[in-house]
T-cell receptor
Framework: AQSVSQHNHHVILSEAASLELGCNYS??????LFWYVQYPGQHLQLLLK??????LVKGIKGFEAEFIKSKFSFNLRKPSVQWSDTAEYFC????????????FGTGTSLTVIP | DTGVSQDPRHKITKRGQNVTFRCDPI?????LYWYRQTLGQGPEFLTY????????KSRLLSDRFSAERPKGSFSTLEIQRTEQGDSAMYLC??????????????FGPGTRLTVL
């Protein structure tokens, strides 16, 4: 089974600081990669996804992520965070050739201080 | 509201009781997933339906758990003889028809189960 590691459990940043959240996965074959966000009191929602093509993908609200196959990584970045980015962020992996299971990381709690 | 809905939002039960949760996916979505999420963890896959067929089940899904999607629309997740370790948030997600495993999942608000 695949596994997903998110190295940062809690991150605290001031507004306008840059953000990078790490995500590594264990599967060596074809993968689809996702970042989901959960704002306080809300449902999980998709930030961005990678299926194929350009390894640098852009999502909503100024977020982007880069797929580095050689490092099995899919790190999330944002150049300048806002207070409204305070949320829980989850990386997820699906290996389409092995099934329909999605594997989620343990999440990173981001707090942005105004 | 055309999103994924789940009912009830909260359930408190005594150990040994049976509970059933319902999920109504987005109407045109043929894929439906159940997850369990405990504090400090990400969602853990439980089971997957394509239309009415249950195609995948996690090893986490013991024989006390059963899920159905009888008409390919709403789904139910039943837990029999609940244990305190079943306390968690149970999430449902749906995704549209497309290449296997590549669709964006739309999540519901979850049902929070507390077993006393």
């Amino acid at each position: 089974a695949q596994s997903v590691s998110q190295h940062n459990h809690h991150v605290i940043l001031s507004e306008a600081a840059s953000l990078e959240l790490g995500c590594n996965y264990s599967y060596g074959g074809t993968v689809n990669l996702f970042w989901y966000v959960q704002y306080p009191g809300q449902h999980l929602q998709l930030l961005l996804k990678y299926f194929s093509g350009d390894p640098l993908v852009k999502g909503i609200k100024g977020f982007e992520a880069e797929f580095i196959k050689s490092k099995f990584s899919f790190n999330l970045r944002k150049p300048s965070v806002q207070w409204s980015d305070t949320a829980e962020y989850f990386c997820a992996v699906n290996a389409p050739n092995t099934g329909n299971q999605f594997y989620f990381g343990t999440g990173t709690s981001l707090t942005v201080i105004p | 509201d055309t999103g994924v809905s789940q009912d009830p939002r909260h359930k408190i039960t005594k150990r040994g009781q049976n509970v059933t949760f319902r999920c109504d996916p987005i109407s045109e979505h043929n894929r439906l997933y159940w997850y369990r999420q405990t504090l400090g963890q990400g969602p853990e896959f439980l089971t997957y339906f394509q239309n009415e067929a249950q195609l995948e089940k996690s090893r986490l899904l013991s024989d006390r758990f059963s899920a159905e999607r009888p008409k390919g629309s709403f789904s139910t997740l039943e837990i029999q003889r609940t244990e305190q370790g079943d306390s968690a948030m149970y999430l449902c997600a749906s995704s549209p028809r497309g290449d296997r495993g590549t669709g964006e999942q739309f999540f519901g608000p979850g049902t929070r189960l507390t077993v006393l």
